[in-house]
């Protein structure tokens, strides 16, 4: 494989992540507050991690090929840099997951201003006057009964 096929293939493979991120970010304005916070701040990390790990990948063979004394030891620096720094990422994902959990109603409670559930009557519903009676069977009730 040649090296801009190689380099193609390294941008390839982070591409779905840095999709999934970058529209994580863009649906964000939906949460409260401090869950919008914790996610952006995790989209952010992961971010630049996965940016960090392209490039990282992509000069990996150059750096090999130059014979770049102590390429090794800089490879297992990256790796665990990158083995420190996912874990981060991901934990602010999980905790804006769940602030945004504890930031919304609880399960069942009536949310203020919240629209009716089959929305409001049309303006041309007719509504019958208080004082008509209504029978279950259709009938209508039997006169002087009262």
Same mark, same amino acid.
């Given at each position: ?12 493979? #982070? ?40 490039? /990282?990948?992509?000069?990996?063979? /150059? ?54 559930? /089959?929305?409001?009557?049309?303006? #041309?519903?007719? /509504? ?19």
């Amino acid at each position: 494989m040649n090296v801009s096929g190689y380099v193609l293939l390294q941008a390839a493979q #982070e591409l779905p992540t840095l999709v999934v991120l970058i529209v994580g970010a863009v649906l964000a304005r939906r949460l409260p507050e401090t869950a919008r916070r914790l996610l952006l701040a995790g989209v952010g990390v992961l971010l630049v991690l996965t940016v960090a790990t392209t490039v /990282w990948f992509t000069a990996l063979p /150059w750096l090999a090929s130059e014979n770049v004394s102590g390429w090794v030891a800089l490879s297992t620096i990256f790796s665990v840099i990158r083995a420190l720094v996912a874990p981060v990422g991901f934990g602010l994902l999980i905790a804006a997951a769940f602030a945004a959990r504890r930031g919304g109603p609880a399960a069942g409670a009536a949310v203020p201003n919240a629209p009716a559930a /089959w929305g409001s009557p049309p303006p #041309e519903a007719h /509504w019958p006057a208080a004082e008509t009676q209504w029978s279950p069977t259709g009938q209508s009730p039997p006169t002087g009964s009262r």
